[in-house]
């Protein structure tokens, strides 16, 4: 396990890449925080300082405090709306377009791969932009802001069934989409080169992806600028931000 990222790591990741025939990508918060969109493990700031991801993104808060959960992703699907895809998206298309096959599997719900042209994309925990009814599960394309009259002002309701909308993104504690998650494990076993980037890789059936990987006889390789539970078995880890290893790892695979 190499202690840190070094030029001379890079050179030899570029050459895999550059070899590959199936290179998968695993994504999370850290690859938009270059995009200025928060991670999970920052504070939160402003006005939601005071709780914690894990205490908004659950079917129990949402049932508790529908106006609190729809507010905050509001306020999070309006900021996916104003930010763009930073230089770590695009070496991703970049990275796409020149190798036989790949897969890149994304934990994140901005939005911001998609944008930035990625094709091959499984979205393992849904899509911010997205609202479906919590009752009767139909999508809703658009929907009433109810009128602000104080803060008991609950989130839109459904027009077929009443219930309450909700963002159509996985919470802790629900299952993940059995499509995506099965593309990204058959992805995961397939491929021989995969790439983890920004993530802390804590949330599972996520985190599980990279053991999976390498137990198929994929290289593994971490980049993150702080060290996470995969530097135990990772094959390397690249530090640094995504925004700056990822274009260098194009650039010195295809000079
Ligand atoms: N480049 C690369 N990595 C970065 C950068 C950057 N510029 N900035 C931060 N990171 C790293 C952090 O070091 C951290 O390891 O990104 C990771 C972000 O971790 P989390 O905030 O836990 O986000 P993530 O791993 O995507 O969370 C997984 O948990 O909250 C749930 O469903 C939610 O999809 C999310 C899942």
């Known amino acids: ?14 050459d895999r890449l550059r070899a590959a025939k199936f290179v998968a990508v695993l994504t ?8 200025g969109v928060p991670t999970f493990r ?25 106006k609190r959960v729809w507010d905050w992703y509001a306020e999070r699907r309006a900021l996916a709306a104003r930010v763009v895809p930073n ?8 990275i796409e377009r020149r190798v036989p096959r790949f897969a890149l599997i994304t934990q994140n719900v901005d939005g911001l791969h998609a944008r930035a042209g990625s094709r091959a994309l499984i979205e393992l925990h849904g899509n911010i932009a997205r609202v479906r009814c919590s009752g009767c599960g139909r999508p809703a394309d658009r929907w009433e802001e109810a009128a602000a009259t104080g803060a008991d002002v609950l989130p839109p309701r459904c027009i077929h069934c009443g219930a ?7 919470w802790f504690e629900e299952p993940l989409p059995q499509d995506a998650l099965a593309a990204a494990e058959d992805a995961a076993r397939q491929c021989d080169l995969l790439l983890v980037v920004g ?7 996520a985190a599980a992806l990279p ?11 971490e980049i993150n600028p702080q060290d996470t539970p995969l530097r135990a078995y ?12 990822l274009p260098a790892l194009a650039r010195a695979a295809w000079p």
Not at 1 to 14: F, K, L, P, R
Not at 28 to 35: H, M
Not at 87 to 94: C, D, E, K, S, T
């Open 87 to 94: 230089a770590a998206h695009l070496a991703l298309v970049a």
């Open 199 to 205: 993530t802390s890789a804590e949330v599972y059936p």
């Open 211 to 221: 053991r999976q990987a390498q137990a198929a006889g994929a290289c593994v390789v």
């Open 1 to 14: 396990m190499d202690d840190g990222y070094g030029a001379g790591d890079i050179g030899s990741v570029a």
């Open 28 to 35: 999370g918060a850290g690859i938009s925080a270059e995009s």
């Open 42 to 66: 920052d504070a939160q700031s402003g006005l939601w300082a005071r709780f914690d991801p894990r205490e908004l993104a659950t079917p129990a808060a949402f049932a508790g405090h529908p």
């Open 164 to 170: 309450f909308l909700r963002p159509d993104v996985v």
């Open 234 to 245: 990772a094959d390397f880890w690249l530090r640094g931000r995504a925004g700056e290893v």
